[in-house]
Nanobody, 124 residues
Framework: QVQLVESGGGLVQAGGSLRLSCAAS????????MGWFRQSPGKEREFVAN????????YYADSVKGRFTISRDNAKNTVYLQMNSLKPEDTAVYYC?????????????????WGQGTQVTVSS
């Protein structure tokens, strides 16, 4: 069982930056690949980024590539999403997800564990 708690969301102007954090409970954090998804009103949840168990591999949605960076600190049981050059279309609730299978962290219906979400609002 893994419990995930996101933090770091807020209101920022276009072009600004935010860093989201996701703290995980449990002693086996390094056994889980981690990912970030987001959901805007009226839209389906979509993949943003994921990272492998050791942090050696990462994959990004085309819409955020070059602007967002995912990282993890296994000693702190935490995964991060650094978001730069934010755009109004990045406005969404951002969710952290965990799954033992790295490949699951691209599909919104597959990850085993989810956080409660944190709101990110980018004003124009």
């Amino acid at each position: 069982q893994v419990q995930l708690v996101e933090s770091g969301g807020g209101l920022v102007q276009a072009g600004g930056s935010l860093r989201l954090s996701c703290a995980a409970s449990g002693r086996t954090f390094s056994s889980y690949a981690m990912g970030w998804f987001r959901q805007s009103p009226g839209k389906e949840r979509e993949f943003v980024a994921n990272i492998g168990w050791t942090g050696g591999s990462a994959y990004y949605a085309d819409s955020v590539k070059g602007r967002f960076t995912i990282s993890r600190d296994n000693a702190k049981n935490t995964v991060y999403l650094q978001m730069n050059s934010l755009k109004p279309e990045d406005t969404a609730v951002y969710y952290c997800a965990a799954d033992p299978e790295y490949g699951h962290l691209v599909f919104p219906h597959l990850p085993d564990y989810w956080g409660q979400g944190t709101q990110v609002t980018v004003s124009s």
